[in-house]
């Protein structure tokens, strides 16, 4: 009878694991399909718009799809804001050189009106989080080249009463999500808010500036953290901007090497 050396019986030792480690996983993979089956009778896949039955969870039916107006290039590059045509290369709007932001770039998803106003609203004020795996790829998809950049997210912070209110910070929930498709780091607690603000619609470009003067501060045990640092602030929606750029120049004036702002909305009437 052959003896084999001690080399094959190690690769026939190592196959018989590699192949006891692929029944595993098979069986693990198993095990979880019928569960989702399962799962899904008991809980269908409802679309997060208007709650009609869909194929697959944490995503839009058609209809609900068609009516959220995807924000696509061309863009300015500082605002984010959809130009009318495309003239080539890197495009700045009027708006941007009539009062430039104190951040590099900004990117949202879709502009804030329809199916996506209705989801930020359940999303923000009515405690309802089953998107946020949907906006986590959605920021990630819009945000591609700030995210490939960056070194960190950091959420924009709430006031300490509202976060008291609220119970959550709906920007940090959107940051982890992003940062999770992004695989990149968050850093929560960077920037506080030292005051809370009155909300920017409605005021003059002087009056916003003054509402959010000063409002942002980076903690002295975080500069270390942000120093030297290419960063992207994330928040539900860009309104004005005045309240990002805030954000932005407290960085940046903590050594930030650069900022940049992602949301999954932005407001495009208050800058026409």
Same mark, same amino acid.
């Given at each position: 009878m052959a003896t084999r050396s001690l080399g094959e019986v190690t690769d026939l030792g190592n196959a018989h694991d590699a192949a006891a480690k692929a029944g595993a996983s098979r069986l693990v993979h198993g095990v979880r399909s019928v569960g989702r089956a399962a799962l899904d009778v008991l809980l269908p896949p409802l679309c997060l718009g208007c709650h009609t039955r869909i194929t697959s969870h944490d995503a839009l039916c058609p209809a609900c799809w068609r009516r959220i107006d995807f924000v696509r290039p061309p863009l300015c590059d500082r605002l984010g804001l959809p130009m009318?045509?495309?003239? %080539?290369?890197?495009?700045?709007?009027?708006?941007?050189?009539?009062?430039?932001?104190?951040?590099?770039?900004?990117? #949202?998803?879709?502009?804030?009106? %329809?199916?996506?106003?209705?989801?930020? /609203?359940?999303?923000?004020? /009515?405690?309802? /989080?089953?998107? @946020? @795996?949907? =906006?986590?790829?959605? &920021?990630?998809?819009?945000? @591609?080249? &700030?995210?490939?950049?960056?070194?960190?997210?950091?959420?924009?912070?709430?006031?300490?009463w509202r976060l008291l209110a609220r119970r959550f910070n709906q920007a940090?929930?959107?940051? !982890?999500?992003?940062? @999770?498709? !992004?695989?990149?780091?968050?850093?929560? =607690?960077?920037?506080?808010?030292?005051?809370?603000?009155?909300? +920017?619609?409605?005021?003059?470009? #002087? +009056?916003? +500036?003054?509402?959010?003067?000063?409002?942002?501060?980076?903690?002295?045990?975080?500069? !270390?953290?942000?120093?030297?640092?290419?960063?992207?602030?994330?928040?539900?929606?860009?309104?004005?901007?005045?309240?990002?750029?805030? !954000?932005? &120049?407290? &960085?940046?004036r903590a050594g930030a090497r650069r900022v940049d702002v992602l949301a999954l909305a932005i407001v495009t009437a208050v800058h026409s």
């Open positions: 009318p045509y495309d003239t %080539g290369g890197v495009m700045v709007s009027a708006a941007a050189v009539a009062d430039p932001p104190d951040f590099a770039r900004a990117r #949202a998803v879709a502009s804030f009106d %329809g199916v996506m106003r209705e989801l930020i /609203h359940a999303f923000k004020f /009515h405690d309802t /989080h089953n998107a @946020r @795996r949907l =906006f986590g790829r959605w &920021l990630a998809e819009a945000g @591609r080249d &700030l995210l490939s950049e960056a070194d960190m997210l950091v959420p924009v912070p709430l006031a300490r940090e929930i959107l940051a !982890a999500e992003a940062a @999770r498709a !992004a695989k990149k780091p968050v850093k929560p =607690f960077a920037l506080v808010r030292t005051r809370s603000t009155a909300h +920017q619609i409605g005021l003059t470009r #002087a +009056q916003r +500036q003054r509402n959010v003067a000063g409002v942002f501060r980076v903690p002295p045990g975080e500069i !270390a953290t942000v120093s030297g640092k290419a960063i992207v602030l994330i928040d539900d929606v860009i309104t004005t901007g005045s309240t990002a750029s805030a !954000a932005a &120049l407290a &960085l940046k």
